[in-house]
């Protein structure tokens, strides 16, 4: 069973406040991500890390700013939502890229009205 | 821009019945992975597949890789209800540190 985990679950959120959504994990892995990905669809990455101190974009244009302060934890915030941002939101984590299983998070469902 | 695209990208079939699922890229992949996602779940690693050719056989469940590492199919036999969800395949490398999802397949096995 994987050691990753999201916060909240689901959001329901009116446009244009602030939000954090919370993903941890406790494998002690370098190598964090954020997906977007709307139901049933594929996953677009929106942001991913190194390590502490390091983040890259993803293919997806987004928004959202993520950062590195610790290893096991890789928040993504959105400053001000828009119903354009409603999507699932999921985070995962592996050892090393490449050869390794990426651990997935359960996602947080947002929804912005 | 690496692509990965799955076909069929909906497939609805009677249990008992036999499936392939395709995954196909343009471009060249140091391995790929195949994950099922439930509605609401993060998605869950079948397997890994690393050298051009390799067959990986998990239960019903059959895996290859393309000799030239840019393709790769999932074959389930006697298909249950159980299999049902949606399957992602995912390549690494090919010069970049990022891992490229695929379109999705999702697969409704009725009873």
């Known amino acids: 069973e994987a050691d990753i985990y999201q916060t909240p679950r689901y959001l329901v959120i009116g446009t244009g406040k602030k939000i954090t959504l919370e993903c941890s994990q406790t494998?002690?892995?370098?190598?964090m991500y954020w997906y977007q990905q709307d139901p049933g669809m594929e996953l677009h990455l929106i942001h991913y890390?190194?390590?502490?101190?390091?983040?890259e974009k993803g293919d997806l244009s987004s928004e959202s700013t993520v950062s590195r302060i610790r290893t096991e934890h890789f928040p993504l915030t959105l400053e001000s939502a828009r119903p354009s941002h409603t999507s699932q939101y999921l985070c995962?984590?592996?050892?090393?890229?490449?050869?390794?299983?990426?651990?997935f998070g359960p996602g947080t469902r947002l929804t912005v009205l | 821009t690496q692509l990965l695209e799955q076909s069929p990208q909906f497939l609805s079939i009677q249990e008992g019945e036999n499936l392939t699922v395709y995954c196909n890229s343009s471009?060249?992949?140091?391995?790929l992975q195949w994950y099922r996602q439930e509605p609401g779940e993060g998605p869950v690693l079948l397997v890994t597949?690393?050298?051009?050719?390799e067959v990986k056989k998990l239960k019903r469940l059959t895996f290859q890789f393309g000799d030239a590492r840019k393709d790769s199919s999932l074959h389930i036999t006697a298909a249950q209800p159980g299999d049902t969800g949606l399957y992602l395949c995912?390549?690494?490398?090919?010069?970049?540190?990022?891992?490229?999802f695929g379109t999705g397949t999702r697969l409704k096995v009725l009873a």
């Open positions: 995962a984590s592996s050892e090393n890229f490449g050869f390794n299983e990426q651990f």
């Open positions: 494998m002690g892995h370098d190598k």
């Open positions: 890390s190194y390590g502490v101190n390091s983040t």
């Open positions: 471009s060249v992949f140091s391995s």
């Open positions: 597949v690393v050298t051009g050719g």
């Open positions: 995912a390549g690494a490398g090919g010069g970049t540190y990022k891992y490229i």
